[in-house]
């Protein structure tokens, strides 16, 4: 689990509900199987176990979203959904990201909104939107994700088509993602200029904007500010007599290991490492401290021994955690799958990365194999983490294999732009 993205995307239950703020998620993830048999996929499930499917095998999942991309932009017409149906577009939509089928990816997704429109379904067209954003704002077509943003809040239904409103309640969302994307083209000052005209109205309650001020700073990449901003968010959270002790005590400790993240990112180490230990010593079974603290340990070479102990403790207590969950689950809900597999992957991923350090290859590079054997850790830095360790045992062709493979997986994150920079001058020396 790296503490970068990791801190930058934490949003916990207690947080969300008493600052009004919620992120736009991808929802169901979801997956291709051959495009022909797309359109008869329904239910999340499926079109979970649809992308695994498709995506699984790069090479042959790229023929796949090419060729059907080739066949809808020739046969579907401006008045029809044809040749795919809703389910079909979102799936290819998602599996042209994780592809990086990028201007598939787009049309897909666009073609689903468009579809929505014509059904006048509110949730399939917020659906649709948030899929849309985020993919815009993760490939970094931050000028077209504004525009989306934009598209949305213009958009109105007939008050008999959206009688709870869903749309309206969506909209909040929406003006956080497009103040974010002002912020990371450069327009701060823009940004922060809707922020205020929003809470003067009351749109948000005070902790709600500080908290949103501080995502656009470390967007606009002004990291200073944003440690300064989170710092006085602290102050005001613990402040505020309208919570209860608990609930300060719960949010101000969201917050401190937001900083984690920033710390790391200003390459501020030991202040990173101070706050981490204070929080695994205040709840020393969290698995996400443990993990994040014992992998900022071994990423800076520091401790391994202790580093290691930390990530074994994170994936024990995070097996508990599970089996728990799975125990009192209602039988007909279930986990968030999705969430399970990320956390699941960027542990195995530290335990790897830790015995990378010790330099016991074999055992790191089945713990690798571990974390991309499941989507969530196919990304560019556990690609990289696999790639380092085979190149450490001699194996030049799995390693240039992988490089390869973290470098199609490149997001527009400033992490992974810089990273792609490093991964490019090793397989150039390996090359």
Same mark, same amino acid.
């Given at each position: 689990m790296k503490i970068t993205p990791r801190a930058w995307k934490v949003a916990l239950p207690t947080m969300?509900?008493?600052?009004?703020?919620?992120?736009?998620?991808?929802? @169901?993830?979801?997956?291709? !199987?051959?495009?022909?048999?797309?359109?008869? !996929?329904?239910?999340? *499930?499926?079109?979970?176990?649809?992308?695994?499917?498709?995506?699984? $095998?790069?090479?042959? /999942?790229?023929?796949?979203?090419?060729?059907?991309?080739?066949?809808?932009?020739?046969?579907?017409?401006?008045? #029809?959904?044809?040749?795919?149906?809703l389910n079909a577009l979102f799936v290819l939509g998602r599996a042209a990201y994780t592809l990086r089928e990028n201007e598939a990816g787009a049309f897909f997704l666009k073609a689903f909104v468009d579809d929505a429109k014509k059904l006048q379904s509110p949730s399939k067209l917020i659906e649709g939107y948030n899929a849309l954003l985020l993919f815009q704002y993760e490939v970094g077509q931050f000028e077209a994700c504004e525009k989306t943003c934009q598209e949305f809040l213009d958009l109105a239904l007939p008050q008999s088509a959206d009688e709870d409103g869903l749309i309206n309640k969506a909209k909040s969302n929406v003006i956080r993602r497009m103040l974010l994307c002002q912020s990371r083209l450069g327009q701060f000052d823009k940004a922060e200029k809707v922020l205020k005209k929003? #809470?003067?109205? /009351?749109?948000?309650?005070?902790?709600?904007?500080? $908290?949103?001020?501080?995502?656009?700073? =470390?967007?606009? /990449?002004?990291? $200073?500010?944003?440690?300064?901003?989170?710092?006085?968010?602290?102050?005001?959270v613990e402040q505020d007599e309208a919570l209860r002790k608990d609930q300060r005590d719960g949010i101000s400790d969201? &917050?401190?290991?937001?900083?984690?993240?920033?710390?790391?990112?200003?390459?501020? !180490?030991?202040?990173? *490492?101070?706050?981490?230990?204070?929080? *695994?010593?205040?709840?020393? #079974?969290?698995?996400t401290y443990n993990n994040d603290l014992g992998y900022i340990l071994a990423d800076n070479n520091r401790d391994l021994e202790k580093a290691e102990k930390l990530v074994r403790r994170a994936l024990e207590e995070d097996k508990k955690r599970r089996q728990k969950a799975a125990e009192d689950a209602d039988p007909e809900e279930k986990d $968030?799958?999705?969430?399970?597999? &990320?956390?699941?992957?960027?542990?195995?991923? #530290?335990? /790897?990365?830790?015995?990378? =350090?010790?330099?016991?290859?074999?055992?790191? @590079?089945?713990?690798?194999?571990?974390?991309?054997? *499941?989507?969530?850790?196919?990304?560019?830095?556990?690609?990289?983490?696999?790639?380092?360790?085979?190149?450490?045992k001699g194996d030049k062709a799995g390693a240039i294999k992988y490089y390869g493979l973290a470098l199609e997986t490149v997001s527009a994150s400033k992490r992974d732009q810089m990273k792609k920079a490093q991964i490019e001058e090793k397989l150039k020396a390996l090359r």
């Open positions: 969300l509900a008493l600052l009004g703020h919620a992120d736009i998620a991808w929802g @169901q993830e979801l997956a291709g !199987v051959p495009a022909a048999n797309l359109n008869a !996929v329904t239910g999340s *499930v499926a079109r979970k176990n649809a992308l695994k499917d498709l995506t699984i $095998d790069r090479a042959k /999942g790229r023929e796949v979203v090419r060729a059907a991309y080739a066949k809808a932009k020739a046969e579907r017409p401006k008045d #029809s959904p044809a040749p795919y149906n929003i #809470s003067g109205r /009351g749109g948000l309650n005070p902790l709600a904007e500080q $908290d949103l001020r501080c995502r656009m700073l =470390r967007e606009a /990449g002004r990291l $200073d500010d944003a440690i300064a901003g989170y710092q006085k968010l602290i102050e005001m969201e &917050l401190k290991y937001t900083l984690t993240g920033l710390y790391t990112e200003t390459k501020e !180490v030991d202040k990173a *490492v101070k706050i981490l230990e204070e929080l *695994v010593q205040k709840e020393p #079974s969290n698995p $968030d799958e999705e969430t399970a597999e &990320l956390d699941n992957a960027s542990y195995l991923d #530290s335990l /790897g990365w830790v015995l990378y =350090r010790t330099k016991r290859y074999d055992e790191a @590079q089945k713990a690798l194999e571990g974390a991309v054997a *499941v989507e969530a850790g196919r990304n560019t830095e556990i690609y990289d983490h696999l790639a380092d360790v085979l190149a450490a």
